[in-house]
């Protein structure tokens, strides 16, 4: 369906970014840019965060009822849609983390 593949290509799509401004940051510490890169993984880990967040309830959209089954096809789903929330609040919250990263940008 249409809708379905829709949704699957825009998690894709946060997911591949996500991913990538992981790489790139960790290329910077790797070849010794260790000064400002602060911000950057602040705002790397609010970014995550949010993409985790939507591809949990989207792929609880697609899956339907399913994904409120502790067991079944839906178990994985059920389970990530639950502790979405507690992988984004330990290091800081998004709203904090967004405000260091601009601090740390001096804008």
């Known amino acids: 369906h249409q809708v379905i593949r829709h949704k699957i290509a825009e ?3 946060l997911t591949e970014s996500a991913f990538s401004f ?3 940051l960790a290329y910077q ?3 010794g840019v260790h000064n400002e890169i ?3 993984m602040a705002l790397l880990k ?3 965060s949010k993409t985790f967040e ?3 309830r989207e792929a609880s959209q697609i899956i339907g009822g399913s994904s409120y089954t502790r067991e079944g096809k839906g178990q994985q789903v059920e389970r990530l849609y ?3 929330r507690s992988y984004a609040i330990p290091g ?3 709203e904090i983390l967004m405000d260091f990263a601009m601090k740390a940008s001096r804008l």
């Open 82 to 84: 639950r502790e979405v």
């Open 46 to 48: 609010v970014m995550s």
């Open 92 to 94: 800081g919250s998004e």
């Open 54 to 56: 939507l591809c949990a």
């Open 22 to 24: 992981a790489e790139t």
């Open 38 to 40: 602060g911000g950057s």
């Open 29 to 31: 510490l790797e070849n």
């Open 11 to 13: 998690m894709a799509r």
